[in-house]
T-cell receptor, first 113, second 115 residues
Framework: KAGVTQTPRYLIKTRGQQVTLSCSPI?????VSWYQQTPGQGLQFLFEYFSETQRNKGNFPGRFSGRQFSNSRSEMNVSTLELGDSALYLC????????????FGDGTRLSIL | AQSVSQHNHHVILSEAASLELGCNYSYGGTVNLFWYVQYPGQHLQLLLK??????LVKGIKGFEAEFIKSKFSFNLRKPSVQWSDTAEYFC?????????????FGTGTLLAVQP
């Protein structure tokens, strides 16, 4: 079966701009989680969506937001980009319960100039 | 706050050597534990998971991990490593109960296996 698909793979933006990242989960998965991966902070949880509702949220500022559509596809938006937002953004999907593993996409590499 | 500690940041081994990577978590309730691996240029892949039952779990590629509740540990082991095991390994815990997918990750261990 097809894996988790993230688009685009690479993005270059400048400070102050906004960006939208997309994630298509594995067919049948209703939960989509987003993570930020940086060399300094490692993998950090951003938020999780389940059935179009945000179910969990990490400790990130309000500039980071997301949504999920009825087909379980999810988007993540970052507004007023800062240099520190440069990172690999990973999306993971699962059936939705804690005892089901999450499957990760290849990520979107965001670089802020 | 929940946290996961991986004590080894960089490990260098020769092929056929045994591997043990430490992982400790801080959470007193029911946890679901995972080890993920990230091979160079690839996405995170699940190695193994523990939810309940036998504390010794076996994963892919000959890896296993042991859950020791009293020590809050979930160490990863492999009796004999291969060059292809060169990768970054992440321990993660989902401590949110049945209706959450919030993974807390350790900082990762970079394993280099020399042929």
């Amino acid at each position: 079966k097809a894996g988790v698909t993230q688009t685009p793979r690479y993005l270059i933006k400048t400070r102050g701009q906004q960006v939208t990242l997309s994630c298509s989960p594995i067919s049948g998965h209703r939960s989509v989680s987003w993570y930020q991966q940086t060399p300094g902070q490692g993998l950090q949880f951003l938020f999780e969506y389940f059935s179009e509702t945000q179910r969990n949220k990490g400790n990130f500022p309000g500039r980071f937001s997301g949504r999920q559509f009825s087909n379980s596809r999810s988007e993540m938006n970052v507004s007023t980009l800062e240099l520190g937002d440069s990172a690999l953004y990973l999306c993971a999907s699962s059936f939705g319960t804690a005892n089901q593993p999450q499957h990760f996409g290849d990520g979107t590499r965001l670089s802020i100039l | 706050a929940q946290s996961v500690s991986q004590h080894n940041h960089h490990v260098i081994l020769s092929e056929a050597a045994s591997l043990e990577l430490g992982c400790n978590y801080s959470y007193g309730g029911t946890v679901n534990l995972f080890w993920y691996v990230q091979y160079p240029g690839q996405h995170l892949q699940l190695l193994l998971k523990y939810f309940s039952g036998d504390p010794l779990v076996k994963g892919i590629k000959g890896f296993e991990a042991e859950f020791i509740k009293s020590k809050f540990s979930f160490n990863l082991r492999k009796p004999s490593v291969q060059w292809s095991d060169t990768a970054e390994y992440f321990c993660a815990v989902n401590a949110g109960g049945g209706a959450t997918n919030k993974l807390i990750f350790g900082t990762g261990t970079l394993l280099a296996v020399q042929p």
